[in-house]
């Protein structure tokens, strides 16, 4: 059984830096693409960025250039670096493990989530 959990989120100004850290547990070849989504009040979660084992990565537009996906297969963790941080990234942001090699931007795609964990960003 894969289990994910979110630390790293919090308080920060416009234009601050947060790097969120997914501690993972379970085998890594059962979850070879890992993924972050968010989710705003009164919004649908959405894709933020994904990393596969190839360490092929996806972005959403809206983060493309501002946020860095990556991972340590050793340490079985996903991390995703956030700088240039505006208000409308304020959300609770969401590890996701898939089965899928290709990174899907879908839910619907990911088989395990993680409780999540919120970042705010003030104005």
């Known amino acids: 059984q894969v289990q994910l959990v979110e630390s790293g989120g919090g308080l920060v100004q416009t234009g601050g830096s947060v790097r969120l850290s997914c501690a993972a547990s379970?085998?890594?070849?059962?979850?070879?693409?890992m993924a972050w989504f968010r989710q705003a009040p009164g919004k649908e979660r959405e894709f933020v960025a994904g990393?596969?084992?190839?360490?092929?990565?996806a972005y959403a537009g809206s983060v493309k250039g501002r946020f860095g996906v990556s991972r340590d297969n050793a340490k079985d963790s996903l991390y995703l670096q956030m700088n240039s941080l505006k208000p409308e990234d304020t959300a609770v942001y969401y590890c996701?493990?898939?089965?899928?090699?290709?990174?899907?931007?879908?839910?619907?795609?990911?088989?395990?989530w993680g409780q999540g964990t919120q970042v705010t960003v003030s104005s």
């Open positions: 996701a493990a898939s089965t899928s090699i290709g990174v899907l931007t879908t839910p619907t795609g990911y088989d395990y």
């Open positions: 990393i596969n084992l190839l360490q092929r990565t």
């Open positions: 379970g085998g890594t070849f059962s979850r070879p693409t």
